[in-house]
């Protein structure tokens, strides 16, 4: 059955427009008036979604129609119109970048779209922009253009002016104000929860929109942007393959790179989770598996280096044969050493040999995949180190670049420990994601 609500995508020209702290906003705003609303995070990544699933107070899944598929993407969209008042999916990098784009995913599923234009440095071109968003593919449902980071009244007059050629388009305009501005650092925006005032930007930005022709829309007005969808195919069963095993997970500020919907995963095949933090030098609960996320173990390599009941019950743990996958920033610890942008060496916890070295460019960057025998795992890479160690990979992800593929990221084992940069999206096979959790030959 066929589920309608109010839907948008909120999307710009280029990364750094504001298309988080807009989609925030707008939950936001309407998450105060007792309306009921999910997000979305269009690709893959894991800081956007803490902005909005604080602005909702609901869990945010991501959607990409390679990495998490068309049918996982239609499920999630399905389930979240069935109980609430709006959806808003917020974009990536620029509306037509990336294979798929923000905008193939909006034209999959019918979902207007919102146009975010930082305006900041610019007047009359702002219609040439507008006008090129959405006239440059056919096939698009458009919502309209917001102009961002404007200067005053008068600078949104001449913005307004721009949009001749479609003056229905405009949706007003939101001033630059360090009040709602969410700080960024080398992998993106700053974790919502490690700033004391982060609801409180989050309500400043909503009032903002709440001067704005968008902001103002209430309930019936956004009925025009009313989507139908579609009911999934019936899913495949999960076989509870991890049924009766405990996985400990590191969770904190240093490792909080963790999809939601990787959780549910787990979930799903069995598992019981418990978390453990090792910026708390908290040992490993008593598990069968470990899994190491992502996140920044860069910025708090002193508490890392002198987290020894962690780096023991890790050893302990790693030497009864039972296993560990570490992920990017996860991984980064389980090395001799982290040499930080500066240049200086930290101790780490010595389960795999060599070092990683911090680098101010980025190392790496695209959709991944694993094939191993269980089932392709699709992912994705993103990361500012390298590793310098004399591991041989155990195999390798294929990177894929422009529909080609090409060599990914190294995969390294030892003994029980398995570890590479690659991030994983579990329920693109959960046969594959169960393995990872398992003895060798278990699956």
């Known amino acids: 059955m066929t589920q309608a609500c109010p839907a948008i995508l909120v999307a710009a020209p280029a990364s750094g427009q504001g298309k988080t702290t807009v989609a925030a906003a707008l939950t936001r705003l309407h998450a ?25 107070g609901q869990p945010v899944h991501n959607l990409d129609l390679w990495m998490t598929g068309e049918d996982d993407a239609r499920a999630r969209l ?20 990336g294979e798929p784009s923000a905008a193939d995913l909006a034209q999959r ?36 253009v917001l102009a961002n980071r404007v200067a005053g009244e008068r600078h949104a007059q001449m913005l307004q002016d721009a949009l001749a050629q479609d003056p229905s388009a405009w949706l007003g305009a939101v001033p630059r104000d360090a009040a709602f501005a969410l700080p960024e650092r080398h992998l993106g925006l ?3 929860a ?14 903002a929109l709440a001067a704005t022709a968008l902001g ?60 453990f933090s090792p910026l708390a030098n908290e040992p490993l609960p008593a598990c069968d598996a470990a899994w190491l996320p992502g996140g920044y173990p860069e910025l708090h390599l002193a ?24 992920e990017c920033g996860g991984m980064m610890p389980l090395f001799d050493r982290i040499v930080d942008g500066e240049g200086a060496a930290h101790a780490t916890w010595g389960l795999l040999p060599g070092e990683v070295r911090m680098h101010k460019r980025l190392a790496a960057l695209g959709p ?25 990979p155990a195999m390798h992800t294929q990177a894929l670049r422009g529909g080609v593929r090409g060599l990914g990221e190294a995969v390294y084992r030892v003994g029980s420990v398995q570890a590479s940069y690659f991030h994983a999206w579990f329920a693109s096979s959960p046969t594959a994601a169960a393995s990872l959790f398992l003895p060798g030959d278990s699956v």
């Open 32 to 56: 105060r008036a007792g309306r009921r609303v999910r997000a979305f995070k269009c690709g893959p990544d894991f800081l956007d979604p803490h902005w909005l699933a604080l602005a909702t």
């Open 78 to 97: 399905h389930a979240a119109a069935a109980q609430s008042d709006l959806i808003v999916v917020e974009g990536v990098m620029g509306l037509f970048d």
């Open 109 to 144: 599923f019918g979902l207007p779209v919102l146009a975010v234009i930082d305006a900041s440095a610019m007047a009359g071109t702002f219609g040439a922009l507008a006008f090129g968003l959405q006239h440059y593919r056919t096939g698009l449902r458009w919502a309209g």
């Open 190 to 192: 700053t974790v919502a």
């Open 194 to 207: 490690e700033l004391p005032d982060a609801l409180a930007r989050l309500d400043a930005a909503a009032d």
């Open 216 to 275: 103002q829309m209430d309930g019936a007005a956004l009925a025009r942007w009313s989507v139908g969808f579609e009911a999934p195919r019936q899913a495949q069963a999960v076989a509870p393959l991890l049924q009766g095993r405990t996985i400990a997970i590191a969770r904190d500020a240093a490792f909080c790179f963790i999809y939601p919907a990787n959780l549910d995963a787990l979930c799903a095949l069995g598992a019981e989770l418990v978390f």
């Open 303 to 326: 508490a890392l280096s002198g987290a020894r009941r962690t780096q023991e019950s890790l050893r302990a743990h790693a030497g009864a044969g039972r296993p560990v996958w570490a």
């Open 368 to 392: 991944q995949q694993l094939d191993l025998a269980q089932g392709s795992l699709r992912g994705h890479t993103f990361h500012y180190s390298r590793c310098e160690t004399a591991l041989t």
